[in-house]
């Protein structure tokens, strides 16, 4: 499986961006597509994750209620639509997929195949 993650960039605080992920390769009806940021020196952190098959999403309490995370089956593409964004987004987006479900979409090292990483970077 291999990911390619795009739409990051530049934004004012308060604005959105789009994050999409697409799937190439072998993929997997079982698994779990999630998202995750890392700014220098700090762990790579859960941002939101959905479930393939049942569309069962996930997210981190710091973007919850202003995250969407959804995916378009057809285009084997996950999205990330973020709004009201902050400084503190600021950070490296990665996608990232599990081959099956290991019973927690909040554990990066849980996670079989990565993306490239996106830069997101709002201003004050």
């Known amino acids: 499986v291999q990911l390619q993650a795009s739409g990051g960039g530049l934004v004012q605080a308060g604005g959105s961006l789009r994050l999409s992920c697409a799937a190439s390769g072998r993929t997997f009806s079982s698994h779990v597509m999630g998202w995750f940021r890392q700014t220098p020196g700090k762990e790579r952190e859960f941002v939101a994750a959905i479930t393939w098959s049942g569309g069962i999403t996930y997210y981190a309490d710091s973007v919850k209620g202003r995250s969407t995370i959804s995916r378009d089956s057809a285009k084997n593409t996950v999205y990330l639509q973020m709004n009201s964004l902050q400084p503190e987004d600021t950070a490296v987006y990665y996608c990232?997929?599990?081959?099956?479900?290991?019973?927690?979409?909040?554990?990066?090292?849980?996670?079989?195949?990565w993306g490239q990483g996106t830069l997101v970077t709002v201003s004050s």
């Open positions: 990232a997929a599990q081959s099956y479900f290991r019973g927690s979409a909040y554990v990066h090292h849980l996670y079989d195949y």
